[in-house]
């Protein structure tokens, strides 16, 4: 059985930082494609940020500059670190890892950015 447990979620206010991760139940995933999406109420989910193997990153625009992903292929984990967060972060935050032709996620975690 694949699993992605995520946690790290919580309320912050704005400004503040939070570190999302994400643990694998299986070491072929610290070899492949994982990031994280969002979705937040009435609205569609996006990509925030992905890392292949290798190591190598991508942002979407609104988050670059503030989030960084990084991984531990010795744990199997994938982290977000997110810092000067803001309103419009608030979302469900959820992992995704690519192996073969199957893309499996976590359950979300919900991150909520308000004073």
């Known amino acids: 059985q694949v699993q992605l447990v995520e946690s790290g979620g919580g309320l912050v206010q704005p400004g503040g930082s939070l570190r999302l991760s994400c643990a694998a139940s299986?070491?072929?995933?610290?070899?492949?494609?994982m990031g994280w999406y969002r979705q937040a109420p009435g609205k569609q989910r996006e990509l925030v940020a992905a890392i292949t193997g290798g190591g190598r990153t991508n942002y979407v625009d609104s988050v670059k500059g503030r989030f960084t992903i990084s991984r531990d292929n010795a744990k199997n984990t994938v982290h977000l670190q997110m810092n000067s967060l803001k309103p419009e972060d608030t979302a469900v935050y959820y992992c995704?890892?690519?192996?073969?032709?199957?893309?499996?996620w976590g359950q979300g975690t919900q991150v909520t950015v308000s004073s």
């Open positions: 995704y890892a690519d192996l073969s032709t199957s893309r499996y």
């Open positions: 299986r070491s072929i995933f610290s070899l492949v494609p």
